[in-house]
């Protein structure tokens, strides 16, 4: 798996998502860092969009490693894993990748204190809901059959499950 073939589709998804529209947002609707808090309160929103991106970005590699080791692809619709992909966090949640870089959006949007970003982030969420239901999930099922339609069913798309899935016990 080549570095550029994973570099590409990094840059060219979740970096146009978390990089190139926020700063376009920001450079339209300004910012507003500290959100307006004063004092020693001005910390709290700016350490809440730090942790927040830190820990999407910590996820976001986590999955595009496991996508390159274990899946032979990438995270990019055009360039697919080979393999299902059903270790780490795909064990709590089938979109942990789009769980990450909603982290990463909320946290810009916190930094910066930004509604025009917050509006984003729920646009963002809104076409990924729709593109997973019509698009990715159909075509998981078409190129994994009864395995993905057995993680399907145990693993919830969004809201992580507590404990780990075990892929040899139902739900």
């Not at 990094?10 to 609707?29: E, K, M, N, R």
């Not at 350490?47 to 976001?60: M, R, S, V």
């Not at 963002?124 to 993905?148: C, K, M, T, W």
Request: hydrophobic share 55%.
């Amino acid at each position: 798996m080549s570095a550029w073939r994973q570099a590409r589709a990094i840059a060219l998804l979740p970096g146009t998502v978390t990089v190139l529209v926020p700063a376009a947002i920001l450079a339209g609707a300004g910012s507003n860092v500290g959100g307006g808090f004063s004092g020693l309160f001005v910390a709290l929103p700016v350490l809440l969009g730090l942790a927040l991106i830190a820990a999407g970005f910590a996820l976001w590699l986590w999955t595009v490693r496991l996508f390159a080791r274990i899946g032979k692809g990438t995270l990019a619709p055009w360039d697919p894993t080979q393999r299902l992909v059903i270790e780490g966090p795909y064990r709590h949640l089938r979109n942990p990748m789009i769980t990450a870089v909603l982290a990463v959006l909320a946290g810009e949007a916190a930094l910066f204190g930004s509604p025009a970003l917050l509006i984003w982030f729920a646009a963002f969420f809104v076409a990924n809901s729709i593109f997973f239901r019509q698009y990715e999930e159909p075509g998981l099922e078409h190129r994994f059959g009864e395995d993905y339609r057995a993680y399907k069913a145990s693993v919830p798309r969004w809201l992580p499950r507590r404990a780990p899935w075990e892929p040899h016990r139902s739900r």
